[in-house]
């Protein structure tokens, strides 16, 4: 039984917890930093939504368009009629079916690998590789711009932690001269970065790693699907597939949006992740009904998909009516990441609201999502987006853009 004193200095000690996290909630949003988030009544979809009114979503990694797929949809429910609806459990005790065997074939077939090995977030398949993978006598060289997972990922292991700065193929070459004693040295980098729409130099990369005998990891959750000639991303946009020794990528954007991801790479590191990675030894397998529409998804992108073609001209057409307009905004030209940089965090919300009384749904992003002083709304262009609607947004971003003096 706790004695009244207990009780006191319990009381005292959460009110002092909770007085100290406050004053920095405080913080947060008195540097206009804090984030609300919005509530979806719908489908994820074009046209969502959100506090009863319908709006054109233009926030969502749902790039092919495929989040509210109807033959996805059908195929989820069908799979949880013969598998279930979760798996309760891990992979190696009895957390593995048949088709999860049948996706991580598809996805290596699909990537041309040896191997693949699901996790159940791509976040997971990041923080799982390189504590797996690298010892102490080991070097990884990551982007000073790469995703919070890769960052996350790399500070688990016992490799010596290198960052260069983003997209400086000397300052590269340097690190990697700094770190020829090591074991295996690993190159780490997002194929296209998620804040900022702009897409790694893969060819200089390998060429960098060729001379100096590294190795090279590519996340490729941003471009998996819609990316290079038949979806394959950036090494094959660059023409340097065979060059990547490992991709990871998820199932959670442009592959359908649900939930899942997966490393992809030669027989032996799959075998070694299944063995030490520890996300994947102690984390649920991911559900059959997202494994069965999964494996439609690499079906079709490896059927005669359409999709690419349409989210290409979307985004074309945006990038090319903002640039007109006096926007800044940043990323590669066919980046349907295109993020529209205001500075202040204050200004990108501000936009925001705004525009949501327009009828468009965006979010601004700000300290700490990326830098301080670099705010901006990052605008997401998706396949299952009409022109008219794609039209549709920019007009309201010059009207707002306007209205506040941004243009």
């Known amino acids: 039984m706790i004695s009244v004193f207990g009780k006191r200095f319990f009381s005292c000690r959460r009110n002092a917890l909770k007085s100290l996290i406050s004053r920095n909630l405080d913080e947060i949003k008195a540097a206009g930093t804090y984030k609300q988030e919005r509530i979806i009544t719908s489908s994820q979809a074009p046209l969502i939504k959100s506090n009863g009114k319908d709006v054109i ?39 593995t079916q048949d088709i999860h065997k049948t996706l991580e074939a598809k996805i290596a077939a699909f990537h041309k690998t040896e191997d693949t090995i699901l996790f159940p977030s791509a976040f997971d398949a990041n923080t799982g590789f390189f504590e797996a993978i690298l010892t102490n006598e080991d070097a990884v060289i990551s982007d000073a711009l790469n995703h919070a997972s890769i960052i996350d990922g790399i500070r688990l292991c016992k490799a010596s932690r290198h960052r260069y700065n983003h997209l400086d193929m000397n300052d590269l ?19 296209v970065f998620s804040m900022d729409g702009d897409f790694a130099p893969l060819p200089k ?13 590519v996340d490729e959750c941003h471009s ?22 490992v991709v990871c990528s998820t199932l959670g954007k442009a592959l359908g949006g649900a939930t899942g991801g997966y490393i992809t790479s030669t027989k032996e590191v799959v075998d070694l992740l299944r063995q030490k ?15 069965g529409a999964s494996i439609r998804v690499f079906e079709r992108l490896m059927e005669n998909c359409d999709l690419p073609k349409k989210l290409h001209a979307n985004t074309r057409l945006f990038r090319d009516r903002m ?5 800044k905004i940043l990323g590669h030209h066919d980046s349907a990441i295109v993020p529209v940089l205001l500075g202040d965090a204050r200004l990108a919300a501000t936009i925001s609201d705004n525009l949501l009384e327009e009828g468009i749904y965006v979010i601004g992003f700000s300290y700490p999502v990326v830098p301080k002083g670099q705010a901006r709304i990052r605008v997401q262009l998706s396949a299952a987006h009409t022109p008219e609607q794609v039209n549709k947004c920019v007009d309201a971003f010059i009207k707002v853009g306007k209205k506040l003096n941004v243009i």
């Open 224 to 245: 998996t699907g819609f990316i290079g000639e038949t979806g394959r991303g950036t090494p094959e946009l660059f023409g340097v597939e065979k060059e990547i020794d």
């Open 205 to 217: 990369i390998v060429e960098l790693a060729n001379n100096y005998d590294a190795y090279i990891y």
């Open 323 to 327: 640039n007109d307009a006096g926007f």
């Open 57 to 95: 979503n233009f926030c969502a990694n749902n790039y092919l368009g495929l989040s509210n797929d109807p033959e996805l949809i059908e195929i989820a429910k069908k799979t949880m009629d013969t598998h279930g609806f979760g798996m309760s459990s891990v992979r190696f005790i009895c957390g």
């Open 173 to 191: 070459e340097e690190k990697l001269k700094e770190t020829q004693s090591a074991r295996l040295r690993f190159i780490a980098t997002d194929g």
């Open 277 to 291: 990675a520890r996300p994947y030894l102690f984390s649920n397998a991911i559900s059959p009904p997202v494994c």
